[in-house]
Each structure stands twice: as C-alpha cells, then as structure tokens.
Nanobody, 111 residues
Framework: VQLQASGGGLVQAGGSLRLSCVAS????????MGWYRQAVGKQRELVAT???????NYADSARGRFTISRDYAKNTVYLQMNSLKPEDTAVYYC??????WGKGTLVTVSS
C-alpha cells in the first residue's frame, strides 16, 4: 500500500486547510485510515481516524475544529481543518491500518 498526502501549506491563525491522502496498491477499504501529526521536538500524535464503516475518533485538540472524511471509491481520506492555531503547526501523516504511513505534509500556522 502506498499513501500520497497533499494539501499542507502556510496559513494564518484562524484559517483553514484541507488535507488529502490517496491510498493505492493492495487496498482493503474496510481498514481504518487516519491522520497523525508530529511537531518539532514532540512525539507523533493522533489527530483523527475513520474506520471502514465510517466511525470517527478525534483527539481532544482536534474535536470541533477538524473533520475527517473518506471517499471509499477513491480510497482517499480527507482532513478539513478549520480555526487553525499556531500550535497546529506540524507535519501531518496519513496512516492506513495496520502499519502503512504516508510521507507527511507540512502545515504551518502563523500567528
């Protein structure tokens, strides 16, 4: 399975970004997909996941501001990020369970 993430960039605080991640290869659509992030000097952390049946899970820091969604036909997972804060600055990685990771896309939020 290969994962290609896109959509990162530089945005001002309060702005929005939409990340996308396309899975290709031996993809089983019922596997959970998700987004994680890693800020400089910190450990990688969960942002949000979405299961094969559409159940979602959010980190407390993301709940209410971010929305994860999935296009099963396109094997693509999205992360809509609104009301961005400087502390959201990180490299965002998509994951296709159980252990496939994308290369990451950088999100920088300026104050």
């Amino acid at each position: 399975v290969q994962l290609q993430a896109s959509g990162g960039g530089l945005v001002q605080a309060g702005g929005s970004l939409r990340l996308s991640c396309v899975a290709s290869g031996n993809v089983f659509s019922l596997n959970t997909m998700g987004w994680y992030r890693q800020a400089v000097g910190k450990q990688r952390e969960l942002v949000a996941t979405i299961s094969g049946i559409g159940s979602t899970n959010y980190a407390d820091s993301a709940r209410g501001r971010f929305t994860i969604s999935r296009d099963y036909a396109k094997n693509t997972v999205y992360l809509q990020m609104n009301s961005l804060k400087p502390e959201d600055t990180a490299v965002y990685y998509c994951k296709f369970d159980p252990y496939y990771w994308g290369k990451g896309t950088l999100v920088t939020v300026s104050s």
